[in-house]
């Protein structure tokens, strides 16, 4: 009978410091107090890293905004969304510290980021988190 081996896979993960939230571009909307909108951004092809064993995280990131005095540049955003390729966070922070990098470039009257990560050993997770101005 053959012994199985243990194969260790050497990987860097990176921290979440390593996330600029000043990529992120506020654009002027030209229609503040005129009318109410939800925009609604869809970036299928997030990746992070699993803190606990450096194995990939792919998830569809979605943003829900209600726009107050600006609106996002997507270009900014992707690319902001990139840096998280290589950075090892949990599904509940990485959703979190979205939002958060988010309501403060934009301040928006409401916003919403969901994560929805496909499974791992057969669990499948959701992360919703809100902000709404007060």
């Known amino acids: ?55 990939p995280d792919f998830g569809t ?22 840096q998280y390729r290589n950075v090892g966070i949990f599904y509940e922070h990485v959703v979190n510290r979205i939002l958060d990098d988010l309501v403060t470039v934009l301040a928006p009257q409401w916003m919403e980021v969901q994560g929805g990560f496909t499974a791992r050993g057969g669990l499948t997770t959701e992360v919703v988190a809100q902000f709404n101005m007060e």
């Open 1 to 55: 009978m053959a012994t199985q081996k243990n194969h260790d896979v050497p990987y860097t993960i990176g921290t979440i410091e390593s996330v600029r939230p000043d990529m992120l571009e506020p654009i002027e909307y030209a229609y503040k107090g005129r009318r109410d909108i939800v925009i609604t951004i869809h970036q299928p092809e997030f990746t992070s890293v699993c803190p606990m064993t450096g194995l």
């Open 61 to 82: 990131i979605t943003v829900r905004y209600r726009p107050n005095a600006s609106i996002i540049e997507l270009k900014s955003l992707k690319f902001y969304l990139l």
